[in-house]
């Protein structure tokens, strides 16, 4: 597969990702569906971080589209630097976009491993910090939380989609970084019959 190829293949798959992210994130404001939780004091940290907006979602948006672009057939055609020029801007997005997945993966492993912010007896907390984890393989814990209802589920299952993401993320923008550094030095391989005249 060609470098250009490769480019857009892997900036569909970017951008994709990084609607999943935003999407997740979205959801994350609003514990099971509803408004009414949508309260700094009600919402753990890791959600108003926006990892998932933020990092997987516009910091990977970037290189997405550069990536599409510099799956194009450029603005030299064939000629003196082929499609070198977006190749050269991609390898800087994909770097940009390492950052932000790598970001997304810090805030949803954070997220998972402290938990949500829940009511639990009366009192408002972080009540699965100290489990280190723990509480994800214990669902039984999982129903004293109160309030929001059914929160827990609702952020195990939120940020395991957007550590899972961001991680896709990493390894696609790793492989653009690689792909467009290909491109620059060694231009696109596509036939003359392909490039505009």
């Not at 609607?19 to 994350?28: E, P, Q, T």
Request: charged share 10%.
């Amino acid at each position: 597969m060609c470098t250009g190829k490769c480019a857009r293949c892997v900036g569909l798959s970017l951008i994709t990702l990084c609607l999943v992210c935003i999407v997740a994130n979205a959801l994350l404001l609003v514990p099971n569906g509803e408004t009414s939780w949508t309260n700094t004091n009600h919402l753990s940290l890791q959600v108003w971080l926006m990892g998932g907006f933020i990092g997987g979602g516009l910091m990977v948006l970037c290189p997405g589209i550069a990536a599409v672009r510099a799956g194009g057939k450029g603005c030299c055609g064939a000629g003196c630097c082929g499609n070198r020029c977006r190749m050269l801007r991609s390898v800087f997005s994909s770097a940009f976009g390492v950052l932000g997945a790598i970001y997304c993966l810090s805030v949803s492993g954070a997220g998972l491993r402290n938990g949500p912010r829940c009511l639990m007896n009366g009192e408002w907390g972080y009540h699965f910090e100290d489990t280190a984890g723990a509480y994800l393989l214990n669902r039984t814990l999982w129903d004293r939380c109160e309030a929001p209802p059914r929160v827990v589920p609702w952020n195990v299952t939120l940020f395991s989609l957007l550590v899972a993401a961001s991680c896709l993320e990493i390894v696609l923008c790793g492989i653009q970084l690689v792909n467009a550094t290909i491109g620059v030095f060694c231009g696109d391989c596509r036939k003359k019959q392909d490039t505009p005249h």
